[in-house]
């Protein structure tokens, strides 16, 4: 690289650094568009709108109420996909949408559920609202090239053969759309339609035609509801929780840049400035796709932030091992670059096909978690190939050329015989898993549930209590807290501050008729609370079946493309199934310290198994690379023992290294965090630790060990070795 490019690429690099971080932190123009704070924070987070809706119907079933739910769902999460909706007592539905403030609007928007049908001119109903699959405002042009809104309706597969029937034998008449007993639209048939989808065209604003694809779609509920009360809540992590996290993110960084620094120099300072940029950038996408943050949105950050990491260490690793081999620095440079593409991206894709999967398949926590962790694996692979080399290579251009700030002599590792080990750390791993479940078993008989569920698995009791003093959330935590802790036993208590009054809503495990009388005496007697002043009520699960069950069936289905896609990359399905087996290993180890340690088994839990599942299989990946890419050059006497045990030997550091780093910022925000973030914290660091600490024991049979010399001939692995490939050895 010319002198003259490198000068202006190390500028480029300060342009970005000073440019997306004035962004980032004062925001451009009037608006402060782009400015960090104006990032939508969730409910935890930052609080938002609740609103209450009273059953109509008299004594509900309950799956009429579930189906409500699931429906009611899907349909808040256009604000927010953080949103959540629960059933509070028999015949209340909870909706809490973060990020708003405004409840009047969100109600309007939203509108009134009812009942919906599409009626015929003679009054015959050819359609209600359970046909319709979704609705949604569209900007258009007419015949004129003018701009036209509409509004776009997708059938269900029911809807779809009702009225394909009902607008052929309506053509050129009116087909009334009829919400609550009141007539909102009545659009003429121009067409049969058969495919399901339908438009309705008129003089349409953008807001009046969105306005009537939210009746629409509200008016698909099995139930009719009325609002019985709206408000608007704090946050239920608190301010402290936000600034803990967002100090020991800052920290966790610096960290991770000094210690990229110290073990890899030169090219380890321009990781650690492409690492500024990547967070950079991800905190501008963030503002501009309005995506909603909340904690596990943050753990789908950290992972990315871990995997952008990743990409630098496999890529500096590769240029040790070429400059150990006596080549010069820029030719190290290139060729570790290059030796290190196919794993990179390899890892990238197949963790971003699962956060692709787990975006469109998931709800609520699940997709919230996607969406930052698929941003966050797409930035950090522009980073790493593009960024980082840019810089790097910017510096050599410019003239540092000298060895030592590329390369520093180690030792060379010999290889270890993890091969001779298996049956140890299968022992270990083993007896870890088992453990889990017979403790699992334990609490059950018992009667105190296989895990520590949370109020977001198996529901509670929700107190609303006013006092005469207005509370911040801090002090929520410190006082009140404590308080109903003694009383209830309960230690994952939720908590969320009525913006604007003196109320608090407290959220406990279900609590029995005598104690809640114990719970308002200790109110009583500790901040003067009168009785009549405190309501309660038992509330639902806010993670429903239909959630959970969208959630396994998410997670299935991205287990799926994620074999089909390391099947196609490596040429083998053994080596899919032994990622699998691997990470299922490493998910049943974390389920084992949760079941032992009794943390809160809640929404955080589905996002700690996620960063899991992406850590997993990206670790795999490396070792399966360096395998596949010695399997050509294996000479012919080599055992394949030996071959597997130098591979997991050279790819060791590489996974020491890249846990640590993850590992430094969970830490940091375990050590700095409130008791919520702790309890997410404590999982992961359990879970980064083994997945470093256990990978990669490969079974061989000795009347196998020897290859043919062909090419074709090596890359036949035995089946035994291949599908317990990557199960858990001890890396120590």
């Not at 899991?612 to 394949?640: C, H, Q, W």
């Not at 074709?712 to 692995?717: A, C, F, G, L, S």
Request: charged share 20%; proline share 2%.
């Amino acid at each position: 690289m010319k002198k003259s490019k490198s000068i202006l690429s190390l500028l480029l690099a300060v342009i970005l650094i000073v440019g997306l971080g004035f962004t980032v932190i004062t925001g451009i123009g009037k608006s402060k568009s782009g400015a960090m704070k104006n990032i939508k924070l969730g409910l935890d987070l930052a609080g938002g709108v609740s609103i209450t809706y009273q059953v109509k119907d008299k004594n509900p079933t309950k799956e009429e109420m579930s189906d409500t739910i699931y429906k009611l769902q899907k349909r808040v999460e256009q604000y927010s996909t953080e949103a959540s909706v629960y059933q509070e007592g028999n015949d209340r539905i909870n909706i809490e949408i973060p990020g708003v403030t405004d409840a009047n609007k969100i109600l309007d928007e939203l509108g009134k559920p009812g009942s919906l049908s599409f009626q015929t001119a003679d009054g015959e109903t050819v359609l209600t609202g359970t046909d319709v699959k979704s609705a949604s405002a569209k900007t258009g042009q007419d015949d004129m090239g003018n701009k036209e809104y509409s509004v776009e309706l997708n059938l269900t597969k029911s809807g779809t053969s009702k009225f394909a029937t009902a607008t052929k034998e309506n053509i050129g008449k009116q087909i009334a759309i009829i919400y609550d007993g009141e007539t909102i639209s009545s659009p003429v048939v121009r067409s049969e339609i058969t495919g399901g989808q339908a438009y309705i065209t008129g003089d349409f604003t953008y807001e009046e035609a969105d306005n009537l694809a939210s009746t629409i779609r509200i008016g698909g509920l099995k139930l009719q509801l009325e609002e019985l009360r709206s408000n608007v809540v704090g946050a239920q992590l608190g301010e402290q929780a936000l600034n803990t996290s967002l100090k020991a993110g800052i920290i966790g960084l610096i960290l991770v840049f000094l210690f990229m620094i110290f073990v890899y120099r030169l090219p380890g300072l321009a990781s650690s400035l492409a690492l500024v940029i990547y967070t950079e950038i991800v905190l501008v996408i963030l503002n501009a796709f309005d995506v909603t943050l909340t904690l596990p949105g943050i753990a789908g950050i950290i992972l990315s932030i871990g995997m952008a990491v990743d990409a630098n260490v496999i890529i500096f690793a590769r240029v040790r091992e070429e400059m150990a081999r006596g080549r010069s620095v820029k030719v190290s440079l290139k060729s570790g670059f290059q030796k290190a593409m196919s794993a990179i991206v390899d890892g990238n894709v197949t963790t971003l096909i699962a956060a692709a999967v787990l975006w469109f398949k998931g709800s609520g926590t699940v997709k919230g978690f996607a969406q930052t962790l698929a941003i966050g694996i797409v930035v950090s692979m522009f980073t790493a190939l593009v960024i980082t080399r840019m810089i790097v290579f910017a510096f050599y251009g410019i003239g540092i050329r000298k060895e030592s700030l590329y390369y520093h002599k180690m030792k060379e590792r010999k290889p270890i015989n993890f091969l001779g080990k298996k049956k140890v750390f299968f022992s270990i791993s083993i007896a870890m898993i088992l453990a889990g479940f017979v403790v699992m078993g334990v609490h059950s008989a018992q009667g105190n549930g296989a895990l520590a569920y949370s109020l977001d698995f198996k529901g509670g009791t929700s107190m609303n209590v006013k006092f005469d003093k207005d509370y911040s959330i801090d002090e929520i935590d410190k006082e009140i807290v404590p308080v109903v802790e003694k009383v209830t036993g309960d230690h994952n208590i939720q908590t969320q501050k009525v913006s604007g009054t003196k109320q608090v809503v407290i959220k406990t495990v279900t609590l029995s008729l005598s104690e809640r009388e114990k719970v308002n005496k200790a109110l009583e007697d500790n901040f003067g609370v009168k009785e009549s002043d405190i309501t309660a009520e038992n509330i639902s699960s806010t993670i429903s079946n239909e959630m959970r069950q969208d959630a396994v069936i998410a997670v299935i289905v991205a287990t799926i493309f994620m074999l089909l896609y390391i099947w196609f990359r490596f040429k083998d399905v053994r080596f899919a199934t032994s990622a699998v087996l691997a990470l299922l290993h490493d998910v049943l180890v974390v389920l084992a310290f949760y079941a032992v340690s009794r943390i809160s088994v809640g929404g955080t839990f589905i996002a700690c198994m996620l960063t899991i599942v992406g850590y997993s299989i990206n670790a795999t990946i490396v070792i399966f690379d360096r395998i596949r890419e010695e399997l050509p050059l294996m000479k012919r006497n080599t055992d394949l023992s030996e071959l597997v045990n130098k591979c997991i030997t050279q790819t060791l550091t590489r996974s020491i290294y890249t846990s640590l780093t993850t590992f430094i910022m969970v830490a940091v925000l375990f050590i700095m965090g409130v008791s919520s973030i702790r309890e997410f914290a404590a999982p992961l660091m359990v879970g980064i630790f083994f997945c470093m600490c256990y990978r990669s024991t490969v079974v061989c049979n000795e009347d196998e060990s020897r290859q043919k010399s062909t090419a074709k001939e090596k890359e036949k692995i035995d089946h035994k070795m291949i599908r317990e490939a990557v199960m858990p050895i001890d890396r120590a």
